[in-house]
């Protein structure tokens, strides 16, 4: 690995800010991330950091490729992706849910017949299927998924709920809770033995502010 700043991953959009706040909270100045503009990399004054703007799969990818030593992206990335890393901490932000979704009224799990589900993640969806032992088709949509059911592509929908509104408003309801998300802290397997030291400064700080 060559001689360079340690670099941390953040995800863009959603969850940004609050990871913004989370490096602030631990001391750390990031007037250079509130003022980015459309820049990618952005530095921490003082400190022998950088942090690096990528959208949620691709800070896994980095992190992943050791390019980044840690990073800050969502468990529903982390549980669709995969990858060799290490979890090292929840983060406490961006909590919300996995859950499978119907048209208000309907039973997913009445009779007989294969169903369809509807998702932007079928991987996730594979897995909670094949854990209750039912065969489902699955048909991978790129986003509102919402809308797979009132269109009549699917039966049901395996997708992020957080407030309920859209489900809501779309006349749809959650039938099962599939898994628990919320932001979380990841690290490079060979930077955390190598760079053992700053990094865990790095993850004290931050868990003695999760307490
Ligand atoms: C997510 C998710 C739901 C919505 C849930 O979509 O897919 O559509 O948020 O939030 P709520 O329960 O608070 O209404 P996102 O905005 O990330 O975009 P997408 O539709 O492109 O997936």
Redesign the pocket.
């Known amino acids: 690995m060559e001689n360079r700043k340690l670099r941390i991953a953040l995800t863009k ?2 969850i940004e800010e609050k990871a913004v706040s989370l490096l602030e909270e631990i001391g750390y100045d990031v007037t250079d991330l509130r003022e980015k503009g459309r820049r990618l990399i952005l530095s921490i004054p003082d400190e022998d950091i950088e942090v690096v703007l990528a959208k949620a799969a691709d800070v896994i990818t980095y992190v992943e490729h050791g390019v980044c030593d840690l990073g800050v992206v969502g468990k529903d990335t982390i549980m669709e992706h995969g990858g060799k890393f290490f979890e090292i901490a929840d983060l406490n932000f961006g909590k ?1 849910r996995f859950a499978l979704a119907v048209k208000k009224g309907t039973d997913f799990f009445a009779g007989y017949g294969v169903k369809t589900v509807a998702t ?1 993640y079928p991987n996730v969806t594979r897995n909670f299927f094949e854990k209750k032992g039912i065969d489902v088709d699955i048909v991978k949509i ?5 809308l797979a059911p009132l269109v009549g592509l699917a039966d049901g929908i395996v ?11 779309n006349g749809l309801e959650v039938c099962e809770d599939v898994a628990y998300i919320s932001a979380r802290l990841i690290v490079n397997t060979v930077s955390l033995k190598l760079k053992q030291e700053r990094i865990q400064e790095i993850i004290d700080l931050i868990e003695e502010k999760l307490k």
């Open positions: 959009g959603r919300c932007k790129e986003g509102s998924v919402e997708d992020i709920v957080e407030t309920g509104t859209t489900l809501k408003e």
